[in-house]
């Protein structure tokens, strides 16, 4: 569904690749990882 394999850089530097969604189940998975994430990035800059 979303391609994968797309370099980049994570927020401390480490080079990432992003991976491929092949299907609903897992883009519900990565979103709700995605916004525990940012929650907790927000958390711990206030």
Request: proline share 0%; no cysteine; aromatic share 2%.
């Amino acid at each position: 569904m979303l391609k994968g394999g797309i370099s980049g850089r994570s927020a401390r530097g480490k080079r990432i690749h992003t991976r491929a969604i092949h299907s609903i189940d897992t883009d519900i998975k990565l979103n709700r990882a995605l916004w525990v994430m940012a929650e907790t990035l927000l958390e711990s800059l206030r």
